[in-house]
């Protein structure tokens, strides 16, 4: 699972049934509103950000009285487990990629050249549109309310299901991510025909959200679509939970008192997350001091996460650093490792919302993060609450870093920051567009 923190979710129970449903509980302590039929929609339930968000979204809805589904697409993941008990899960049959074009093409016959190139044509479907055609029996059977829908596939799919399904669906399409760098540095040629596609179906949405202003500027100047017409929400990240959860005993012998300061980092083990820069930069700072380096995460898959821990400890070792760096893999709670590091590193080359930085600001950690595109300047305030370097400069994240631990920034700063990232102030916004 994911390096990224793993928050704290309704307990769940285990459903090994291969279609549709596990029946709710009802929602605790509903409040006095008018209960809305919500749909979240995801690929997967491995452990990502996206994955993590949604299962907030999903519970605190619930709570909150409202009937809510989640619609996954692959079944199984490591997050299976964590589907909050007051969420019915609903697991999408796939089709083949032939029927899921065709789906596609029926949905939007007059937008043939705009689906054709990013959807229609490419040797490889998207892993999402073979479950489109069950998407739209999913509507037409449960027509609720509305549906939330994340990451590009996922939304234009949404749309396009709607409008085969010919149901009053609101739909609520969010962006987790940069779309302009990835966009123009993708090595798929399809997406470099997404923008099109994205304006024409984002555009039918009763709301477009991003997680931050700078992701909706971005998604704006990387499609075309009014910037009006996108708003933002940032994830629900801190809650009583986190705080609690970070208190809870760690036994690892770095984190002990008396130890050398730890710099942490976490997030999946992919290039985006540019953990060979951290490696570098923490390997400047060691020839300086005594200092120990731990990264948590893993990457997609077993195969994946094997590969990539073998090449980052192949690095520590040839850059003279092998016995001060560790990578445990996937742990199922971060917290305590965010309050008892001495600094948190984040790598990226590109975000959405960082959710580890400002949940290790909740953990009164201080923090150093990369200028990339989106969130971590806007997160940290232009460098008001942790430094900011360029990406990929590992000269200048191994000085942060040196500053960082010299002079750390009052915890209760970082956490009166961090409690701007609030959960209930998130779901309210969402729940407002429900309809």
Not at 182 to 201: C, D, F, G, I
Request: net charge positive.
């Amino acid at each position: 699972m994911s390096g990224e923190p793993s928050l704290e979710l309704a307990p769940a129970r285990s459903d090994s049934a291969p279609h549709r449903v596990r029946e709710r509980e009802p929602a605790e302590h509903a409040p006095q509103r008018v209960p809305k039929r919500v749909a979240l929609l995801l690929s997967d339930l491995n452990g990502g950000g996206v994955q993590r968000m949604s299962l907030v979204v999903a519970e605190q809805l619930a709570r909150r009285g409202h009937r809510v589904d989640l619609v996954v697409c692959e079944p199984g993941g490591e997050l299976e487990e964590a589907v909050p008990a007051n969420v019915r899960r609903v697991t999408l049959r796939p089709a083949s990629g032939l029927a899921g074009r065709l789906a596609a093409l029926r949905a939007d016959p007059a937008g043939l050249a705009i689906l054709a190139r990013p959807l229609l044509l490419p040797r490889r479907v998207s892993p999402t549109l073979p479950y489109l055609p069950d998407l739209v029996s999913y509507l037409r059977r449960e027509r609720p309310d509305a549906l939330i829908a994340a990451t590009p596939n996922n939304n234009v799919e949404a749309v396009l299901a709607r409008r085969s399904a010919g149901v009053t669906t609101r739909l609520i399409l969010t962006e987790r991510t940069a779309l302009a760098e990835k966009l123009a540095t993708s090595p798929r040629w399809r997406h470099r025909y997404l923008p099109p596609l994205l304006r024409r179906t984002y555009l039918e949405a009763e709301a477009i959200v991003a997680v931050s202003e700078a992701l909706a500027d971005d998604l704006a100047a990387a499609t075309g679509i009014p910037r009006a017409r996108i708003r933002t929400i940032y994830n629900p990240l801190v809650s009583a939970a986190v705080r609690a959860r970070a208190d809870e005993p760690l036994d690892h012998p770095w984190f002990r008192p008396g130890e050398p300061p730890v710099v942490l980092s976490a997030g999946r083990l992919t290039d985006v997350k540019d953990f060979p820069t951290l490696i570098e930069a923490f390997a400047r700072l060691r020839a300086q001091r005594p200092a120990r380096l731990v990264i948590l995460g893993r990457a997609k898959d077993e195969r994946k996460t094997v590969e990539r821990r073998a090449e980052f400890a192949a690095l520590a070792e040839r850059l003279g650093v092998g016995a001060d760096v560790e990578l445990p893999g996937y742990v199922h709670n971060p917290f305590p490792y965010m309050r008892r590091a001495a600094v948190f590193a984040l790598t990226s080359r590109r975000e959405g919302l960082p959710g580890v930085l400002v949940q290790a600001m909740a953990c009164g950690c201080p923090v150093v993060s990369t200028d990339c595109p989106t969130g971590p300047r806007e997160v940290l305030a232009d460098g008001r609450f942790g430094r900011l370097v360029p990406v990929g400069d590992a000269a200048a994240l191994a000085q942060a870093l040196a500053a960082t631990l010299d002079d750390p920034p009052p915890a209760e700063l970082l956490q009166a920051r961090a409690a701007e990232f609030s959960v209930e102030r998130a779901i309210d916004r969402y729940e407002a567009l429900l309809g």
